[in-house]
């Protein structure tokens, strides 16, 4: 079956980095987009950035441009989120999810926790 | 990049139905038709109910329908269940190539 599996999460302190992993199986792996989307504690859900199928064009929000790096190891069916220069308003369960149309994340796991603090 | 804009919270009773709506605007929401909704229990993945505006997902209840008009999109539970209590999210794609969500909606059981 379709899993996602999200790692990496951790505290950091601010200006610190932190690299997020997606494992994915139970699919073709490269048929797909990919979403990250983050929830802060007590927040609503804010779509982070979105990589394509070929890795080939990616798109982020304001609130990360120039900060966090999407990508993707088709060969290793992995999904990564390189983040840096942390602020503290980045602490989040961060989500990966594949894209089944467009925008239409289909989310499969419990997210990873990354907390960014002195 | 303005959030979308959805009620903070609706309730209703079991075997009801509720609507909660979402507001956007013509460079988001009501310029394409990809709307999504999700339903969100915390601690878990959000779950995808609805995309494309209208299409369900394969093993997501016919309770469970999406509809646009202008800049506002809605989702409907008809028939409501205990299990259905959640917070729901919309989403749409958004000119600038970025994914916009409404801010939630916290749906009650009563």
């Known amino acids: 079956q379709v899993q996602l599996v999200e790692s990496g999460g951790g505290e950091v302190q601010p200006g610190g980095s932190l690299r997020l992993s997606c494992a994915a199986s139970?699919?073709?792996?490269?048929?797909?987009?990919f979403h990250w989307v983050r929830q802060a504690p007590g927040k609503g859900l804010e779509w982070v950035a979105l990589?394509?199928?070929?890795?080939?064009?990616?798109n982020y929000a304001d609130s990360v441009k120039g900060r966090f790096t999407i990508s993707r190891d088709n060969s290793e069916n992995t999904l990564y989120l390189q983040m840096n220069n942390l602020r503290v308003e980045d602490t989040a369960v961060y989500y990966c999810a594949r894209d089944l149309s467009v925008a239409a994340g289909d989310y499969r796991g419990q997210g990873t926790l990354v907390t960014v603090s002195s | 990049q303005s959030a979308l804009t959805q009620p903070a919270s609706v309730s209703g009773s079991p075997g009801q139905s509720i609507t909660i709506s979402c507001i956007g605007t013509?460079?988001?929401?009501?310029?394409?038709?990809?709307v999504s909704w999700y339903q969100h229990h915390p601690g878990k993945a959000p779950k995808l109910m609805i995309y494309?505006?209208?299409n369900r997902p394969s093993g997501i209840s016919n309770r469970f329908s999406g509809s646009k008009s202008g800049n506002t999109a809605s989702l409907t539970i008809s028939g409501l269940q205990a299990e259905d209590e959640a917070d729901y999210y919309c989403s749409s794609y958004s000119s600038s190539n970025t994914v916009l969500f409404g801010g939630g909606t916290k749906m009650t059981v009563l």
């Open positions: 494309d505006v209208t």
């Open positions: 013509s460079s988001d929401l009501g310029g394409y038709n990809y």
């Open positions: 990589i394509w199928s070929d890795g080939t064009r990616e």
């Open positions: 139970g699919f073709r792996f490269s048929n797909y987009g």
